[in-house]
């Protein structure tokens, strides 16, 4: 198996600590000593604090976009750059407001509980920690991708023989949101971004079919419904946006619930923490993975584009300056956090950085623990050690795969039988 691979060499910039493989003291350093400060060999600036993250977030005049470049250039003409230039969360004004109220309604109307129990049983279907040691740091790697992005596609309409299918278009189409794409990668993402275009038109003319009589009304419905109400009428856009729920999921949520594996193979005494009884279980998983959401998330950074000369922090920012901000630093600020650095199930008034604040908070946050905690506490053994000796946690090394702000682990085993 050929893993990227991740550097334990000094921390150049803030990009570079993405993936490096303990970015943490370097971000502590810039918190200390410079918490907004420009880097001209990126030219960025650069926000390592909660106050200078947040303040960044919270201001008017940072956008997600600069106004130049709605979509980057690589992206123009294709399917892939329609796709982005409709998402939520790559616009600011009535093009962000309007479809935010709608899939914030309709992601509010899901039963957690009832995800809960559909994550266990894929989780159950799914499950790495049964596979045999050699392939099992494979089919985890897989799994970590796959059974976030079945478990959003099952809310939202789609049957199980359909799943496969949308895992390959969106590994394909998620590509295209780094600039460390490729021209092969780019045109791939392109061909999967149409032929999901044509998959959800489908699900959407269809999302009133009936699919159990138990079963609640698909999140494509509930999008359609929200969207009659608030008047949102612009079909190609709900359209990019559901595409958008599981681009976000297949990237962000395989970080988190691979984080969490992370943790627990760093932490062997985690696992102590873990009751036997299911409920109690799915608890301390959820306790687990919110902790490792602000202690090691799977989203580093995040860019915001000033639009108009402001201050900020005492720093003058300029129109047309990107501002890149350190969510992973900002959610180690002592000033956020007491005993920040240190792993705490039962963290008193936990807060992070990880979704987003203000209007662009991601709306998707309850939804994506859930499936994490859920997949969790399905794989783990529910007695000290019924796995097979050495114990797989144990047997686990990793990497970080490529990427300017994503810190997405790449598992091996250490030895192989």
Known sequence: MTTPKTSTAPIRNAVDATTHADPYPWYAELRRNAPLFFDPTLKLWIAS??????????????????????????????????????LVRMNDGTRHDEPKLVLERALGDVDLVRLGQRVAAL???????????????????????????????????????????????????????????????????????????????????????????????????????????????????????????????????????????????????????????????????????????????????TRRFVARDMELAGRLLRAGDTVLLLLGSANRDAALNARADEFLLQRAQRKYFSFGRGSHACPGQQIALTIAASALASWLPATPSPLPQPTHLQALTWTYRPSVNARIPCFDLATST
């Open 123 to 301: 989780a159950r279907d799914d499950g790495p920690f049964r596979a045999p040691a050699p392939p099992w740091a494979d089919a985890l790697n897989e799994t970590l991708f796959r059974l976030p992005l079945y478990a959003v596609a099952d809310l939202l309409g789609f049957m199980p023989q359909d799943l496969p299918q949308l895992a390959t278009w969106m590994r394909d189409f998620v590509a295209c949101l780094s600039p460390l794409s490729t021209p092969v990668q780019l045109g791939a993402a392109h061909e999967a971004a149409a032929a999901l275009l044509r998959r959800f038109e489908d699900l959407l003319a269809n999302s009133v079919r009936s699919r159990g009589a138990t079963d609640c009304t698909s999140l494509v419905s509930r999008v359609q419904a929200h969207a009659a109400q608030t008047g949102w009428a612009d079909r190609q856009a709900l359209l990019c946006n559901l595409i958008g729920l599981l681009s976000q999921t297949f990237d962000a949520t395989a970080g988190l619930l691979g984080n969490a594996v992370v943790a627990l193979a760093t932490r062997p005494d985690l696992l102590a923490e873990l009751p036997a009884h299911p409920q109690a279980r799915r608890d301390t998983a959820r306790l687990l993975v919110e902790e490792v959401c602000r202690l090691d998330p799977p989203i580093q950074n």
């Open 49 to 86: 604090s909660a106050a200078a993250v947040s303040a960044v977030l919270a201001h008017v005049d940072c956008r997600v976009r600069p106004a130049h470049e709605p979509v980057p250039p690589g992206l123009v003409g294709g399917a892939a750059g329609e796709v982005f230039r409709q």
